[in-house]
């Protein structure tokens, strides 16, 4: 891993409706330890979203991603999980814990600059069209 610094990042997913099988990317984590740098993004696609599940609750959607944004940042309105270190945050957005909102399996990488760049990356490659 010379010349790059080691990174973990997972996708989360929307699964309207779990006996269906169908899923949408709708976000990104990415955690470096080195860098001590955790970043969440988010974006819903309302039209494909509604084309698998008409009925999908997309305000309480927006509600749980912008919760996982906030314990990303360690904003203290999002509790004492936001408190936690950075990894420990990571390990609590890339774990499942919802039907609908599902992570990947967590990958690793290399990044030779910003991991914040890798999250970019990430987003326009897996999550936008």
Same mark, same amino acid.
């Given at each position: *891993?010379? /010349?790059?610094?080691?990174?973990?990042?997972?996708?989360?997913?929307?699964?309207?409706?779990?006996?269906? @099988?169908?899923? &949408?990317?709708?976000?990104?984590?990415?955690?470096?330890?080195?860098?001590?740098? %955790?970043?969440?993004?988010?974006?819903?696609?309302?039209? #494909?979203?509604?084309?698998?599940?008409?009925?999908?609750?997309?305000?309480?959607?927006?509600?749980?991603?912008?919760?996982?944004?906030?314990? =990303?940042?360690?904003?203290?309105?999002? @509790?004492? &999980?936001a408190g936690m270190?950075?990894?420990?945050?990571?390990?609590? &957005? =890339?774990?499942?814990?919802?039907?609908?909102?599902?992570p990947s399996p967590?990958?690793?990488?290399?990044?030779? /600059?910003?991991?914040?760049?890798?999250?970019?990356?990430? *987003?326009?490659?897996?999550? #936008? %069209?």
């Amino acid at each position: *891993m010379t /010349g790059g610094e080691p990174y973990s990042w997972a996708l989360l997913r929307v699964v309207p409706r779990v006996e269906r @099988g169908e899923r &949408i990317n709708v976000g990104a984590a990415v955690y470096s330890r080195r860098k001590r740098y %955790l970043g969440f993004a988010f974006e819903l696609d309302e039209v #494909r979203l509604r084309a698998l599940d008409p009925a999908l609750d997309l305000d309480t959607l927006r509600r749980q991603l912008e919760g996982l944004e906030r314990v =990303a940042a360690g904003a203290p309105e999002a @509790g004492r &999980i936001a408190g936690m270190e950075p990894a420990d945050r990571f390990g609590f &957005i =890339a774990a499942p814990s919802s039907t609908v909102l599902q992570p990947s399996p967590v990958h690793v990488g290399v990044c030779s /600059g910003d991991p914040a760049d890798e999250l970019d990356d990430l *987003m326009r490659r897996y999550v #936008r %069209l």
